[in-house]
């Protein structure tokens, strides 16, 4: 069954919300999986496992930094390329995203294996006990690297042609492996930290080898692709450029989480296995968000590729307001049902007091929040992907002195504060950048929309 979607000509409400639905549904299995497994780890090893999983989920997170670069220079150019129907052009750029994700898979598979235990000091871990499970974890789970960034790359490569339905079975099929063997691993068989960082490699090799599957049938405009073939060095240099603000992003956003959690840490170092759950449960905004986010920008790209500036603006405006409204429900979820949520994965009182209000605080910035990454897909879509990457930098950036001084004399409530007014001041600049520069494109190609 053929489930492209027309964003050219079809209805943009409807095809956006089609378009958006499998990355959305995507994004809630995978954080259900996040809570489950945060709860598989905590009953089955204790809380301090679920500190050791975070400690290493910094590094694995910085390395997507690495893996962005290519996937988000695939998804816009191979987006607008098939809406300038120039086909050839999308192969090009799908092939050349797919080379650079393996070779930063690699280097970043060779640093986890290399500096393990540096890593994870960096996060300001010192427990002997906590060290070596995050020790255990991050080296094992980097062996699946190349899995897991293959994985979002050929999904970015995918979802531009149109199908997000393809990407959603796979990776779910993928999540719900992951559940059932971490179950199995943690409880019948004993396998400790090892078993869930091994169930997560096997669940990444079973959705890498689906979407290769799928590349590869008469239904995918990739399926004649050759891998081993010279592209011209201006479309690597091209689509290095357009990913790599994003990349740039990533890190700078991870790196001053890290400098972040040395502070949350010398606080409390199980304070950060509460945030890991504050995060996941904060996740339901920012993924739906990011998934939405990721449709608008195939759905921007592929329009602005056939001058249908239009439908461009529209599609801006109807994400907006659509996330804007989901943005001040979770804002409700998150300020009442804040202690029902943490006391369901944490028994002691102390963690349930520091979640609940980490909960209730951030709760108050997610519609910010959701027009910040909103708008970041429409930049990007257009190819103006600096715009998001210098309010994300900068924003995220003025944590860091405010935390410095203000954490070791109100604590831990002062963290979670600073956070949520950069996610604030985010968003509100965001969409005023956003407009100034659409009226001002407007005005230069004389267009009325």
């Not at 049938?217 to 091209?238: A, G, H, Q, V, W």
Request: hydrophobic content about 55%; charged content about 15%; proline content about 3%.
């Amino acid at each position: 069954m053929n489930k492209k979607i027309d964003i050219i000509e079809g209805k943009i409400a409807k095809n956006l919300f089609r378009l958006s639905l499998p990355i959305i549904l995507t994004s809630l299995i995978s954080i259900l999986y996040n809570l489950t497994d945060i709860k598989f780890i905590s009953s089955f090893l204790g809380d301090n496992a679920v500190s050791s999983a975070a400690a290493a989920t910094f590094f694995i997170v910085f390395s997507a930094a690495f893996l962005i670069v290519p996937k988000n220079g695939a998804q816009i150019l191979v987006a607008q390329s098939i809406g300038a129907k120039i086909y050839k052009n999308a192969r090009s750029y799908a092939r050349i995203s797919i080379i650079l994700t393996f070779l930063a898979s690699i280097f970043c598979l060779l640093v986890a294996t290399i500096f393990t235990e540096g890593l994870i000091k960096m996060v300001g871990v010192t427990d002997l006990n906590i060290l070596k499970m995050a020790s255990i974890f991050l080296r094992i789970s980097a062996l699946g690297f190349p899995f897991l960034f293959m994985m979002f790359t050929l999904s970015a490569i995918i979802s531009a042609d149109g199908n997000t339905f393809i990407p959603f079975v796979c990776t779910s099929t993928g999540i719900l492996t992951n559940v059932i063997l971490d179950y199995i691993f943690l409880g019948p068989l004993h396998f400790g930290i090892s078993g869930a960082a091994l169930a997560t490699i096997i669940s990444q090799f079973i959705s890498f080898i689906m979407l290769v599957i799928y590349i590869r049938t008469p239904k995918s405009k990739f399926r004649n692709m050759k891998i081993f073939k010279l592209d011209p060095l201006e479309r690597y240099i091209n689509l290095i450029r357009i990913g790599l603000p994003a990349g740039i992003s990533q890190a700078l956003f991870t790196i001053i989480s890290i400098i972040i959690a040395t502070q949350i840490s010398k606080i409390d170092v199980n304070a950060l296995g509460v945030q890991r759950l504050g995060v996941q449960f904060e996740a339901l905004s920012w993924n739906i968000s990011m998934g939405v986010s990721s449709a608008v920008s195939t759905y921007v790209a592929q329009n602005y590729g056939a001058k249908k500036y239009d439908r461009v603006n529209e599609t801006y405006k109807i994400a907006l307001i659509s996330m804007t409204v989901f943005g001040l429900l979770i804002t409700a979820v998150f300020v009442i049902f804040a202690r029902p949520l943490f006391s369901t994965f944490f028994e002691e009182e102390v963690y349930i007091r520091y979640g609940v209000s980490y909960l209730r605080i951030i709760g108050l910035s997610q519609v910010f929040q959701c027009i910040e990454i909103i708008t970041a897909g429409a930049f990007n879509g257009m190819g103006r992907v600096s715009e998001p990457t210098i309010i994300g930098a900068v924003g995220t950036g003025l944590r860091i002195p405010f935390v410095f001084i203000f954490a070791p004399i109100f604590g831990l409530n002062a963290i979670w504060i600073i956070i949520s007014m950069s996610m604030l001041l985010k968003g509100v600049v965001s969409y005023v950048w956003y407009i100034k520069s659409w009226n001002k494109f407007i005005e230069k190609k004389q267009i009325i929309v």
